[in-house]
């Protein structure tokens, strides 16, 4: 048996990098069957949900679901899907943090006004594509044409967007991009230091592999593309787990679940609990081989 010292002192960074790789992968698989097991059961069953609760809820769900994704591409292959992932839970923490913080209700009241303000637009623009090229597409746009001209609609889409997201400099209606009209950094940097540095450190990594072009193969090896994998599945962990623990406490399901802190507390080692089990074989094995 070693002793704590020898484990103490082993660097784990001198395990192969599929192990340490593995390692993340099972800290994802874990995180993905408590939330399978424990928080769904538990959200499903909520009723009559606040603004604020449904979007924190629903946000929840969204990551859970990139979660049981990322275990389903298990493979240094999915390094691609796994990046994308990590990014998309990235954002949706973020999401679930401001909408934690809302104290008055205006950014749940946000939340919810953007989705139809971004379906008016989408129909908009395909509407917009079928009339200038109505002899070369064969695509139907009728059922937009009617949505986007329903009496009041383009009145009342703006007035939403005015009211939630101004006037631009010329005085016509500020369309967002995202629902808190923010772009990605800044909503990082209103969170705090802690998200602007993960901002920063691992966004546009996790972009170079979902946007075209080579900025993200070229010059790398399979071993670097599998050291992606491995920390997409690093940051996805961290993120869930946030989001999990802020979740827990919107809702006020922190104290139904046993032991709520101390699960997520072990859940946050366990990568490091594997690598130290394949620490403690390489040190066994080679005190048999003395």
Known sequence: MSTFDEIERADVADLPTKLRVGAFYKGTDAVSKFAESMMIPVLNGQINLS??????????YRMYGWV????????????????AAARSLFELLLDIKMLANDKNGYLADKFH?????????VAQNLVSFCMNNANSTKLDCSHQQTF?????????VNETIIKFWGKTKKGAPNRPKHWTGKDIQKRSHDLGPEYEELYLETFSLFSWY???????????????????FGMSHSIAQKAFLEATVVCAEVMRISS???????????????????????????????KSNR
């Open 68 to 83: 049981r994704s990322m275990v389903a591409m298990n493979h240094r292959l999915h390094f691609q899907g796994a990046a």
């Open 51 to 60: 603004d604020k609760e449904k979007a924190v809820v629903g946000t929840y």
């Open 210 to 228: 979902i946007h075209s072009g080579s900025t993200g193969y070229a010059g790398l090896n399979e071993e670097t593309l599998e050291t992606c």
């Open 256 to 286: 139904v679940i046993f032991e709520f802190k101390e699960i997520i507390a072990n859940l946050r080692l366990t990568p490091g609990r594997v690598l130290v089990d394949e620490q403690i074989k390489i040190l066994e094995a080679a």
């Open 148 to 156: 986007i001209n329903s009496p009041g609609k383009q009145q009342a």
């Open 113 to 121: 006004a953007f989705p139809g303000v971004e379906k008016f637009r």
